[in-house]
């Protein structure tokens, strides 16, 4: 997908951005040394990045719009909030992000390790081997396996076996709760899936099944909660208090570090080539074709979904992307990648 969503947005007033002090003309500098000197020179590609920042100064004003005009060609939906207050700064396609339910994908493998956390149930340092698929016998979405695997990098590369493995520790109704703890689902949902066959079950826990369809806002939310100190919110208008849930720090720090491998050269790193890689917190998921409204298709089309937070230290904006029909790491997260681009360059209002 190459989509140019420049055209997209009204410039209206100029602000001091308070979240992220990025130059645009930083950005460019970096891409021009990237594409002179490759990636084997990190180091001093991150060197002459930061001194650009450093020569030109911070705070200068840079344009914003009030109310994004977001019209890009392509068949999904995105929300961009900041994390901190839940408040929605741009969206696309409202009916597919607030109204209908599609299954997550991978993106719910988070909440599967975090009720196991809480069980402790998880031993982030043990390493579970991943083979090569051979014929029929398919152990991961990666047909060569991803050998020796821990946790960190079980996240990075959003790798099914690994976490086919953590789902057979789990407890259905326990991960339920866990979903409904975050708002994913509500309670009154627990019963079609207790019916499933154990093996489904465990498909359902990883993402692997369209049994389990939810709306892309909460998901968002959801994982929101794990960057901003615990805090769910309900809406996104920026008004609701929000609840509590406690984020173990340990847990949060394995999340994070996973989520900012993902982005420098796991599943999200076509996202992460949109933006400095190593700002980026993302993770992207690919699920089976659904309509929306809780119908299945066979004819083997998959939804391709992506969430994004910067900065990766201290993350004040999340993004959700949602694709119709594509898969997360080739379109979900490439789209992801530009918006989020565009937000650093200054054309989205800035989280206060």
Same mark, same amino acid.
């Given at each position: 997908?190459?989509q140019?969503?420049s055209?997209?947005?009204?410039?209206?007033?100029?602000?001091n951005?308070d979240?992220?002090d990025?130059e645009?003309?930083a950005l460019?500098i970096?891409?021009?040394?990237e594409?002179?000197?490759?990636h084997?020179h990190s180091?001093? /590609?991150? $060197?002459?990045f930061f001194?650009?920042?450093?020569?030109?100064g911070y705070? @200068?004003? %840079?344009? *914003?719009?009030? #109310?994004a005009d977001f019209?890009?060609?392509?068949?999904?939906?995105?929300l961009?909030i900041?994390?901190?207050?839940g408040?929605e700064i741009?969206s696309?396609?409202?009916?597919?992000?607030?109204?209908r339910?599609?299954?997550p994908?991978s993106l719910?493998?988070?909440f599967?390790?975090?009720?196991?956390?809480?069980?402790g149930?998880?031993?982030p340092?043990?390493k579970?081997?991943?083979?090569p698929?051979?014929?029929r016998e398919?152990?991961?979405?990666d047909?060569a396996?991803?050998?020796?695997?821990?946790?960190r990098?079980?996240?990075?590369y959003?790798?099914?076996?690994?976490?086919?493995?953590l789902?057979?520790?789990?407890?259905?109704?326990s991960?339920?709760?866990a /979903?409904a $703890?975050?708002r994913i689902?509500?309670?009154?949902?627990y019963?079609p899936? @207790?019916? %499933?066959? *154990?093996?489904e #079950?465990?498909?359902?826990?990883?993402?692997d099944s369209?049994?389990l369809q939810?709306?892309?806002?909460?998901?968002?939310?959801?994982?929101?909660?794990?960057?901003?100190?615990g805090y769910?919110?309900?809406?996104?208008d920026?008004?609701?208090?929000?609840t509590?849930?406690h984020?173990?720090?340990?847990?949060?720090n394995?999340?994070?570090q996973?989520l900012r491998?993902?982005a420098?050269?796991g599943?999200s790193?076509?996202a992460g080539?949109e933006?400095l890689p190593?700002w980026?917190?993302?993770?992207?998921?690919?699920?089976?074709y659904t309509?929306?409204y809780?119908?299945?298709?066979?004819?083997?089309?998959?939804?391709g979904?992506f969430?994004?937070f910067?900065?990766?230290?201290?993350?004040?904006?999340?993004?959700i992307?949602?694709c119709?029909?594509?898969?997360?790491a080739?379109d979900?997260?490439?789209?992801?990648g530009?918006?989020?681009?565009?937000?650093?360059?200054g054309?989205?209002?800035?989280?206060r």
């Open positions: 997908m190459n140019d969503f055209h997209c947005f009204y410039r209206e007033t100029s602000c951005r979240c992220l990025l645009t003309d460019l970096y891409r021009l040394v594409k002179v000197m490759g084997k180091f001093l /590609l991150l $060197a002459v001194l650009a920042l450093t020569c030109m705070g @200068s004003d %840079l344009h *914003r719009t009030k #109310q019209l890009p060609d392509f068949n999904g939906g995105m961009l900041d994390i901190n207050s408040r741009a696309y396609r409202k009916d597919v992000i607030y109204e339910r599609y299954s994908g719910i493998k988070v599967l390790l975090y009720d196991l956390w809480r069980q149930l998880v031993d340092a043990q579970i081997f991943c083979p698929s051979r014929g398919r152990y991961c979405w047909v396996g991803h050998k020796e695997t821990d946790l990098r079980a996240i990075a959003s790798c099914n076996h690994y976490f086919l493995k789902a057979e520790r789990e407890d259905l109704n991960f339920l709760r /979903l $703890a975050f689902i509500s309670e009154e949902n019963n899936y @207790s019916k %499933l066959p *154990r093996e #079950q465990e498909k359902l826990m990883i993402g369209s049994c939810v709306t892309p806002y909460k998901i968002l939310l959801a994982y929101s909660c794990i960057f901003n100190g769910l919110f309900d809406s996104t920026g008004k609701n208090p929000g509590r849930i984020i173990d720090a340990e847990l949060k394995i999340i994070s996973g491998a993902s420098i050269n599943t790193r076509r080539q933006v190593c980026l917190l993302g993770k992207t998921g690919t699920s089976p309509n929306g809780g119908m299945v298709s066979n004819n083997g089309a998959t939804h979904w969430v994004g910067i900065p990766a230290d201290n993350p004040c904006v999340g993004l992307v949602f119709e029909k594509g898969n997360g080739n979900a997260a490439v789209i992801g530009r918006i989020l681009h565009l937000w650093l360059e054309n989205f209002e800035n989280p």
